[in-house]
């Protein structure tokens, strides 16, 4: 029985230190230390993307901060979520097709409730 414990315990130990976690931080930051990263505390940025003319949300627009290569993706509902982000101030960068590219310039993403509203135009 104790080995089985044990076995377990380990096999869970393993399992979250091979998740790596990703850590977006503003722009200017990227010579972080990975001890200095982790050492921070991380919150989420969340919202929704809407057609400019009918006010329908849009499923698939492609969401990422500026100078970032991690890309989330609106859901059925237009809903997006980035997680483990630095606080500080971002550049959001959004794309669809048919409509156009859109940078919201300096949004200040600190504390629990970072929300934000997209509204894409057509081309």
């Known amino acids: 029985m104790k080995k089985l414990v044990f076995l377990f315990v380990a096999l869970l130990v393993l ?3 091979s998740q790596a976690v990703n850590v977006v931080t503003p722009v200017g ?3 972080m230390e990975v001890a200095e990263m982790a050492a921070m505390t991380t919150t989420s940025l969340t919202g929704v993307v809407l057609d400019n003319e ?6 698939g627009v492609a969401i990422r ?3 970032s290569n991690e890309t989330v993706y609106t859901d059925f509902d237009g809903n997006f979520k980035i997680a483990n982000v630095v606080p500080g101030n971002y550049n959001i960068l959004s794309s669809y097709i048919s409509y156009n590219d859109n940078k919201l310039k300096d949004v200040n993403v600190n ?3 970072n929300v934000i509203r997209l509204v894409l135009k057509k081309d």
């Open 15 to 17: 399992g979250l230190e």
């Open 29 to 31: 930051d990227k010579e």
């Open 54 to 59: 009918t006010g329908e949300a849009l499923t």
């Open 65 to 67: 901060f500026e100078g």
């Open 111 to 113: 504390g629990v409730n």
